[in-house]
């Protein structure tokens, strides 16, 4: 455990996480493509972003004496499963509320799921009954609040964590990141034009611009996020609040607006857990040139969002571009309605 700037920090990943050039797909495409690493956040071989959220987030949980945590996401959920992960690690009791928006394989658990069972959390799954995902959010949420009451009445302490880890705390973690990407592009001489990544509550996208604006200066790179599901625009007041409010905590009065996103909604095709086309085409080509692996629900969307904008030139050719890779490569393993046909 650390303290960073008057934040609890638990140590539950390998930071840095490496940045290299893709030598080979940077020749093909015309541009310096960088891959950040974070599906190697570790602590286990299914790391990803959540895990620098969680490091902030379980300093503040066991700082407020947490005994227990709660979280929400689809049953595939990458964010439930590492909170599972990291809940273990520090000796806290995960429970997981999962929404049945791809419904789980019924004859053999698959994925996430199936980790989530090894580490045994508790679950809960929230039926979508017709209900939007919005509306099973909420749901879910007064679910986890009257159980938080009824466990805390015989004696426990539970911790809360919206779905995704999408709070001020857990962004923290996120523009925390940038720093640390920023020293290693410097020590390699690089200068980024573009961070890119898939986009889903959005607060990595809060913490990664808070970043850039904290720690980028004037030629800070442009954060591009592509999104992985529809939202709505106050989604997007809503993390530039998350954005804020992360660097109130870093210390700094600067203020992220709805302007300072650079966001995409035309790359999820029939939305969240649906595979596509360019996805599944962006996770065999980074596959076949690299060996390295993409999901399909996150980076694999993301990615073909970043190539479909080089290709277009709406990312110039010769641009530093970073991709950052969040994880989720469990989701190769889920119910092949999440996968599709990716050979
Ligand atoms: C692999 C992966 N990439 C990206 C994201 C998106 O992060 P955020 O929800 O912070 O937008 C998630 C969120 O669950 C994820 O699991």
Redesign the pocket.
Known sequence: MTNYNGLRREHLGFFPTPVHKLERLSKQLGVNLYLKR??LTGPNLFG???IR?LEFLLGDALNQGADTVITF?ATQ???AM?TAVAARRLGLTPLLYLETITPPDQTEDRGNILIDKILGAQIEYVSMDGRTEAEADAFAMEQAIAKKAELEAAGHKVYIIP????TPI??VG?AVGVDELLGQLNELNVHADYIV???????????LVAGTKLYGGSNAPKVL?IN?SPKPIEHYDK?ARLATDALRLLGSNQTVTRADFNFDQSYFGEGYEIPTASATAAIRLLAETEGILL?P???GK?FAGMLDYIKTGKIAPGSNVVFW?????S?LFAESAIVGKLY
């Open positions: 974070d599906d990803g972003n959540k959220k996401g959920s990458n964010h590492e779905v995704g880890g999408a857990g962004s996120f990544h898939g986009r889903g509550t959005g607060g990595t996208a809060a913490g996020s992985v993390t999901d629900v996150y980076t993301g890779h969040t994880g989720g490569i989701a």
